[in-house]
């Protein structure tokens, strides 16, 4: 295509558009008369008629919605394309809302947001630390991260981090007033810390792998919590027995017990998610990187082949 080629036909598309021949010279700058020029010489070339024209309007005849559809996807993709690589050359900059439950926070972020802001000065970093499930298109947020076995399936996610398990603590003042379960369905008779997510109804329920397969024991207790390091802290506090993420639990290992260690699954932790089909910006792309390769700082280039790998998964 040479440029008078595209230039002729992105004008037909600004008169679509703006409905106006004089609206449409006015967006590219240019004399209407000069506009209509280049539609008519467009219309020649191509031997057909793509507008009707009055002195009050302006609509596409058959072959021009044809020409429209075909042609405004491409000139869209193109644009990006342009965009994309000025982009490149730029400092990612600007404001990205991330979700984040506390224990992805604690393991994923917390300890890396100093060497963020040195590699990328110019990202402004809102984070939410929050254990809910979230809507991230109503929410308004750039990206969520959740366990992978909640990721919403009308989303993209990349998995982030490492596998995780749950565990099941108690204190040993509990233990020795209570005794020690031996078995999953032991808990039963047990008072337990029951977890629930927020803005949910239903307590988390607790699973085992018994003989290859996942079991599901219904608990109950004294004591419901929304977010588990609470539920950490009432197990320290001998009230019962808490299912916790394995990270929230570690720092206690003096002062908790691990349990049934032999049941507990192991299974895919974190993914980063945002909205599919939306077009990233330079500074969410460049966290969405990060967070994939997991080392933060250790290479602020752009040009890791993230997107590339991203862009072949979900089309």
């Known amino acids: 295509m040479r440029g008078s080629d595209y230039a002729e036909l992105a004008a037909f598309v600004a008169v679509v558009e703006k409905r106006s021949f004089a609206r449409a ?26 507008l009707h024209r009055t002195t009050r309007s302006v609509a596409m005849t058959g072959a021009g919605v044809r020409l429209f559809n075909k042609f405004k996807p491409a000139m869209d993709e193109m644009e990006a394309a342009v ?57 308004g947020f750039d990206l969520d991260i959740r366990l992978t076995e909640a990721v919403d399936p009308s989303t993209c996610a990349l998995p982030v981090g490492n596998p995780v ?9 509990y233990l020795a007033r209570h005794g ?29 792998q018994i ?43 003096g002062e908790l017990e691990f349990l049934l260690t032999e049941y507990l699954p192991v299974f895919p932790g974190w993914s980063v998610c945002y909205p599919r089909h939306s077009r990233l910006s330079v500074a969410t792309q460049t966290i969405v990187d990060m967070l994939e390769r997991d080392a933060f700082g250790s290479n602020g280039d752009r040009h890791s082949g993230a997107a590339e790998k991203r862009a072949r998964q979900y089309p």
């Open 83 to 139: 965009v994309d690589l000025h982009e490149l050359s730029a400092q990612p900059s600007g404001l990205v809302r991330l979700h984040v439950p506390r224990p992805a926070y604690t393991s994923l972020l917390e300890m890396r947001l100093g060497e963020l802001n040195r590699v990328y000065p110019d990202i402004h970093l809102d984070i939410v630390v929050d254990d809910a499930i979230i809507d991230i298109v109503r929410s």
């Open 211 to 253: 003989d290859g397969c996942t079991t599901l024991v219904d608990v109950a207790g004294p004591l419901t919590v929304s977010h588990c390091d609470i539920a950490v802290n009432a197990a320290r506090q001998s009230i019962g027995i808490a299912f916790v993420l394995e990270p929230n639990a570690m720092a206690y290992q």
């Open 165 to 173: 398990r749950h565990v099941v603590v108690a204190s040993p003042d």
């Open 180 to 208: 020690r379960p031996a078995t999953p369905s032991d808990l039963l008779r047990h008072r337990c810390i029951q977890w629930r997510q927020p803005n949910t109804e239903h307590p988390y329920r607790w699973a085992f």
């Open 25 to 50: 010279a006015k967006h590219l700058r240019i004399a209407p008369s000069s506009l209509s020029q280049t539609v008519k010489k467009l219309e020649e070339r191509l031997g057909v008629q793509l």
